[in-house]
T-cell receptor
């Protein structure tokens, strides 16, 4: 079956760095997405990886290892506004997104 | 960037009535639109995929006669929840892609439905 696993909740301190891990099992693979979702709002796109390696975009970076079925989202210089849920989603061979349950990130001052 | 709007943003209706939710792509033509449902503290659940001018493809377990989807144009898709019940209360989110299904999905702001 298809499955996305990510931690339910993480806590970090303002100004610090946090890494949110995601493991995936999909039927075929057409990329790994990370979305940010604030409470009561729709998800917003953060990153897309389809090749192995690290993609850096400002304070956020995303890493993919296809051989390990593993990705992580790295958030640097954490700000209070980064408190949100982070959704990992894998795209299968039918171009359908398989969503994880999301990781709720709590930022403390 | 690509913008997707939804209307209404929230709605309260009585059990047994029907509710229509609109999803519009404002600055691009959406070849494919997706409808999701999200219950509190849970992930997004894909309900159906619709392509302009053709019937929607529903996910397993989603009743197509209860959740009517119409994708009449390249900028508008509608989801009608027929004979709504309290268990249909949820956050309904649409997303749209301008090209192939592999393109990034642009999400609407969501519609919170409460059925009393």
């Amino acid at each position: 079956g298809q499955n996305i696993d990510q931690p339910t909740e993480m806590t970090a301190t303002e100004g610090a760095i946090v890494q949110i891990n995601c493991t995936y099992q999909t039927s075929g693979f057409n990329g790994l997405f990370w979305y940010q979702q604030h409470a009561g709002e729709a998800p917003t796109f953060l990153s897309y990886n389809v090749l192995d390696g690290l993609e850096e975009k400002g304070r956020f970076s995303s890493f993919l290892s296809r051989s390990k079925g593993y990705s992580y989202l790295l958030l640097k210089e954490l700000q209070m506004k980064d408190s949100a849920s982070y959704l990992c989603a894998g795209m299968d061979s039918n171009y359908q997104l398989i969503w994880g349950a999301g990781t709720k990130l709590i930022i403390k001052p | 960037g690509a913008v997707v709007s939804q209307h209404p943003s929230w709605v309260i209706c009585k059990s047994g009535t029907s509710v229509k939710i609109e999803c519009r792509s404002l600055d691009f033509q959406a070849t494919t639109m997706f409808w999701y449902r999200q219950f509190p503290k849970q992930s997004l659940m894909l309900m159906a995929t619709s392509n302009e001018g053709s019937k929607a493809t529903y996910e397993q377990g989603v009743e197509k006669d209860k959740f009517l989807i119409n994708h009449a144009s390249l900028t508008l898709s509608t989801l009608t929840v027929t004979s709504a019940h309290p268990e249909d209360s949820s956050f309904y989110i649409c997303s749209a892609t301008p090209g192939l299904a592999s393109d990034e999905q642009y999400f609407g702001p969501g519609t919170r439905l409460t059925v009393t």
